[in-house]
């Protein structure tokens, strides 16, 4: 089986907004997907090179954020994403969340 790229991994960006969301929603009567998207490489990099507000958050654990991760990217495991402090208290900071799956 080929492995995929290193760049294909590393910018294979996900939608898990829509699975974070879902807690902060219980009793809401329907889950809205609306603002949240899965973006290629170069939508990142060309939202990197805008000059907004952008933070990239590797969602995998720690030793697999060690092994490879995007150069200025934090590291919050998806396990700890519901308790962490370290979200911008920025809410135009754009949240752009990554980890190894293709989906």
């Known amino acids: 089986m080929k492995k995929p790229t290193l760049p294909y991994r590393i ?4 939608l898990l907004l829509g699975l974070l969301v879902l807690p902060w929603t219980a009793g809401a009567s329907e ?26 958050i590797n969602v995998l654990s720690k030793i697999e954020y060690d092994f490879q991760h995007i150069s200025g990217s934090i590291n919050i495991p998806i ?25």
């Not at 910018?11 to 996900?14: A, E, G, M, S, T």
């Not at 700890?80 to 989906?103: N, W």
């Open 11 to 14: 910018f294979l960006i996900i």
């Open 31 to 56: 889950t809205s997907m609306e603002g949240y998207k899965e973006i290629a490489a170069f939508e990142l990099k060309q939202l990197l090179d805008s000059g907004r507000k952008v933070l990239i």
């Open 79 to 103: 396990v700890q994403m519901l308790t962490t402090d370290r979200l911008p208290p920025d809410k135009h900071t754009i949240l752009v969340f990554h980890c190894l799956s293709e989906r």
